[in-house]
């Protein structure tokens, strides 16, 4: 399995948002799959989501 997906977005590089809420966000959805992020609806999105975390398991999603 590769990480990441070809949506990532850009974090801000100031050293008083690097644990920001939005920052931790961006985090977590750079890590998630193309099969997850380029679902066709909110629903599917949702089901993907939840089934490759639950594979997955929350030590993916460290904060580190």
């Given at each position: 399995m590769t990480r990441g997906n070809s949506q990532k977005l850009k974090k801000k590089t100031t050293a008083r948002d690097a644990n920001?809420?939005?920052?931790?966000?961006?985090n977590f959805w750079n890590k998630l799959p193309d099969s997850?992020?380029?679902?066709?609806s909110i629903s599917s999105f949702k089901q993907q989501l939840s089934s490759f975390i639950m594979n997955v398991g929350s030590e993916y999603f460290s904060v580190n």
């Open positions: 920001m809420f939005y920052n931790r966000v961006i997850v992020v380029l679902a066709t």
